[in-house]
């Protein structure tokens, strides 16, 4: 199949002609406003949760904490409809996209209030300073003395958190990695919006890209699932540029390339794995899409095409090639052996992963069965969401470039898998779960957008026999209560998720080999400070392990990519 711009479609989907500078100038402060009140939304639900006191190693304790998140949450969501219905009397386009964007903050700061609350009275994050965010620290650390940082990982991370624990915090990474931890759990929301509103109005922007990021949010390492949910959308709008770069000029869409590559320089540099499970289905995309620019075009066409993308893969390289040229060299001598629960399972399932559930769940066997030859529900959802994405939205960007993914992460997935036992090599592949669930639930979510499109033109085509003349003064009304109830629906929905992701990492007993584990040994371990977490069982703790620090390295004792054994666990039910 050959892309080409989208010249054919009918005339309802056609783009609207391109808007003139002042019009563009205000859609860029309208733009910074709306970022500026999703961020604002996200802080302050952040900054109420702040004040719940209670004790995170006490269930009833857990329990009253995620109610009362989720109070703060419903007063933030009445303020944002009471808000919207006020200035939509005067502004509604501005009202939508504020009120939008006010829940889309809402959406990830549950998330990240969850984090306060469960690590409250202690300066650990989740899992102290073990296990991968143990590496990070002393990555960090590594910054601050000098020491190279491992080839293959992206740099950004450590370098952030060196800053960050040197400017606030005194020198505790402890605690740095605690707080910007929920920092980009609070910015998760923002972040993926504002990134999905460069392709969709508001609204469908928080109800697919919002949505399609829910499953994905990991209160350990929350700055990967930013990264995933931000660089597909970015790819797209790269690909809807470079699909109609004739139309926006070359200054123009060589500024844009530009700015969409300086957006995946940071992304790279704070978490590549992403690239690496796109990267085929990307590079066969702009390949077909460059083809199809040159057989409408000529060689015009395929030059215009030509100058966004290089100018984007200029910036890029510019300020992400070095590690890139790391990247790549240690791609061949780096092997991942370590091989663990999600290797067992079976490679083609990729809806839920076991890591939520508690020991005893998983033991009883699986993936759970699925009702149609164990194919569950959801996953048929998804099967026939990508199916009417497909025929409703071939040539659209969005379409071309979430399916490009998605083909791209089940290959390179299934390579790997295929070739696991004679490499005696995972290479990461069961994190390409994430990636398949967020493309596969954002093209259903296209799947309505599209076919609410096509329902909008049918109407349009027989608004007069269908509505009377006495009904328009109410048909009038329905835009606004039609936003109001996508605000509230999807605000229950963020705050029911996020809920229960909060309460999946809730401190629990290590005996029941569940995610709350890692918060447990929190308040376990003793601080840098010398002293225990206030809410250490019986006031006692595992000992501090200090850092490594300056230029010196021992022998590695341990395999590459083996995890550190936890500390030892207190044989205390926390009560």
């Known amino acids: 199949m050959i892309v080409t711009a989208p010249s054919s479609a009918p005339a309802a989907e056609k783009r ?154 005194d020198g505790d990474m402890g605690k740095a990695t605690k707080w910007v931890m929920i920092g980009f759990l609070a910015l998760s929301g923002p972040a993926v919006y504002m990134a999905w509103r460069m392709l969709l109005p508001p609204l469908w922007a928080l109800g697919i890209g919002v949505t399609a990021t829910l499953p994905v949010i990991d209160p350990y390492k929350p700055y990967s699932a930013l990264v995933l949910a931000v660089v597909i959308p970015v790819f797209a709008k790269m690909c809807d540029v470079v699909l109609h770069s004739t139309e926006l000029g070359r200054r ?52 215009d095409g030509l100058v966004p993308l290089a100018s984007a893969l200029a910036v890029f390289l510019a300020l992400a090639g070095t590690y890139l040229v790391r990247l790549l060299g240690s ?124 329902v909008r033109v049918w109407l349009r085509l027989h608004e007069a026999a269908l509505r009377g003349g006495a009904r328009r003064t109410a048909a009038s009304r329905r835009p606004r209560a039609g936003v109001v109830g996508a605000l509230c629906a999807l605000g229950l929905l963020f705050g029911l998720a996020g809920s229960a992701t909060v309460n999946a990492y809730m401190p629990q007993d290590p005996g029941l080999n569940s995610s709350g584990q890692f918060a447990w040994f929190s308040h376990n371990i003793r601080q840098a400070d010398g002293q225990c977490p206030r809410y250490a069982v019986k006031g006692e703790c595992s000992p501090y392990v200090p850092p490594l620090r300056g230029p010196y390295r021992p022998p590695a004792v341990q395999k590459p990519f083996e995890r550190l054994t936890p500390p030892p666990a207190l044989s205390v039910t926390p009560k």
């Not at 390339?257 to 940071?266: E, I, M, Q, S, T």
Request: hydrophobic content about 55%; proline content about 5%; overall charge positive.
């Open 331 to 454: 791609g061949a001598t780096t092997k991942d052996a370590y091989f663990y629960f999600d290797t067992w399972v079976d490679p083609a399932y990729f809806t839920m992963w076991a890591s939520g559930t508690p020991g005893p769940l998983r033991s009883l066997g699986w993936p759970p069965p699925g009702e149609l030859a164990g194919v569950g529900l959801f996953t048929l959802v998804l099967v026939a969401g990508l199916g009417v994405a497909l025929t409703l939205g071939l040539r659209q960007p969005m379409v071309l470039t979430l399916a490009a993914c998605t083909a791209s992460a089940f290959l390179l997935r299934y390579w790997y898998a295929a070739h696991m036992e004679r490499d005696q090599a995972v290479q990461l592949y069961p994190r390409t779960s994430h990636q398949l669930m967020y493309c596969l639930i954002a093209l259903t979510g296209l799947a309505l957008y599209y076919a609410g499109k096509r």
């Open 16 to 169: 609207a002609p391109r808007r003139p500078s002042g019009g563009l100038r205000r859609t860029f402060a309208l733009s910074l406003a709306e970022g500026a009140v999703s961020l604002a939304s996200a802080a302050l639900l952040l900054w109420l949760c702040l004040r719940i006191r209670i004790n995170p190693m006490d269930r009833i304790g857990q329990v009253s904490g995620l109610a009362g998140i989720q109070l703060r949450l419903m007063v933030m969501m009445a303020l944002t409809v009471l808000l919207y219905l006020l200035v939509s009397r005067w502004k509604p386009g501005a009202a939508t996209r504020f009120g939008a964007a006010a829940v889309a903050g809402l959406a990830t700061a549950v998330i990240a209030a969850g984090n306060v609350v469960s690590l409250r009275g202690t300066a650990w994050p989740i899992y102290a300073n073990w296990g991968d965010v143990g590496n990070l620290q002393q990555w960090a650390y590594d910054v601050i003395d000098g020491v190279a940082l491992p080839a293959m990982y992206p740099p950004g991370f450590p370098h952030l958190l060196a800053w960050t624990s040197e400017l606030f915090f």
């Open 252 to 303: 123009r869409s060589a500024a844009t390339g530009a700015g969409l590559g300086l957006l995946l320089a940071v992304m790279f540099l704070l978490y590549s794995g992403w690239f690496l499970w796109s990267s085929v289905g990307v590079v066969v995309l702009f390949a077909m899409v460059l083809a199809g620019l040159a057989r409408s075009g000529g060689i015009r066409g395929l030059v």
